[in-house]
T-cell receptor, first 115, second 116 residues
Framework: NAGVTQTPKFQVLKTGQSMTLQCAQD?????MSWYRQDPGMGLRLIHY???????DQGEVPNGYNVSRSTTEDFPLRLLSAAPSQTSVYFC??????????????FGQGTRLTVV | AQSVAQPEDQVNVAEGNPLTVKCTYS??????LFWYVQYPNRGLQFLLK??????LVKGSYGFEAEFNKSQTSFHLKKPSALVSDSALYFC??????????????FGTGTRLLVSP
């Protein structure tokens, strides 16, 4: 049981480049989400999904796109990387519906540096 | 709006002594409260949660937390600290009201340093 798997673990981008952060879960969770972690700010929600084909914005969505074509996968796309997007990114998944009282499971994180 | 406050950036404790990491919260409805731990270069690991019921919640690795509704607090505790408990600890809250996705709101984190 792998849980939530994120790739890559580390990435360095040049300003203006694009890339996709991958996230996959094998727990059949309905909800998936992306957070970024910045020093002194905790984790902030970027985008989330409540099921395949359904996505919505969190509190810091600018500069990011998401899609959810399957229950398992929820990639995060950086359209044109900026230094302000230097951060650690975490993908999370959790049950929805009647089981939404349960905790969220997090991936290992992707440390992204934009130069 | 939901919010979480972790008033201490860092907590220092000697091995074998009890530890407390503080957390206070604000939600419009009844809270779901969580503690997560992050070891260096690792993801967030779930420690424990309060959903309803007993105010004292027991979790992984000997940790426990006390829910206090009147003080809107959910402090993390352990009777005897280990050096291996040194890590970054996050408190998080989710509003139990409504249906559908409810985001987790995190505190800024508290670094716990346990000295030998």
């Amino acid at each position: 049981n792998a849980g939530v798997t994120q790739t890559p673990k580390f990435q360095v981008l040049k300003t203006g480049q694009s890339m996709t952060l991958q996230c996959a879960q094998d727990m059949n969770h309905e909800y998936m989400s992306w957070y970024r972690q910045d020093p002194g700010m905790g984790l902030r929600l970027i985008h989330y999904s409540v099921g395949a084909g359904i996505t919505d914005q969190g509190e810091v969505p600018n500069g990011y796109n998401v899609s959810r074509s399957t229950t398992e996968d929820f990639p995060l796309r950086l359209l044109s990387a900026a230094p302000s997007q230097t951060s650690v990114y975490f993908c999370a998944s959790s049950y929805g519906g009647a089981r939404m009282r349960t905790e969220a499971f997090f991936g290992q994180g992707t440390r992204l540096t934009v130069v | 709006a939901q919010s979480v406050a972790q008033p201490e950036d860092q907590v220092n404790v000697a091995e074998g002594n009890p530890l407390t990491v503080k957390c206070t919260y604000s939600v419009s409805g009844n809270p779901y409260l969580f503690w997560y731990v992050q070891y260096p270069n690792r993801g967030l690991q779930f420690l424990l949660k309060y959903i309803t019921g007993d105010n004292l919640v027991k979790g992984s690795y000997g940790f426990e937390a006390e829910f206090n509704k009147s003080q809107t607090s959910f402090h993390l505790k352990k009777p005897s600290a280990l050096v291996s408990d040194s890590a970054l600890y996050f408190c998080a809250v989710r509003d139990s009201g409504g249906t559908g996705f409810q985001k987790l709101v995190f505190g800024t984190g508290t670094r716990l340093l346990v000295s030998p």
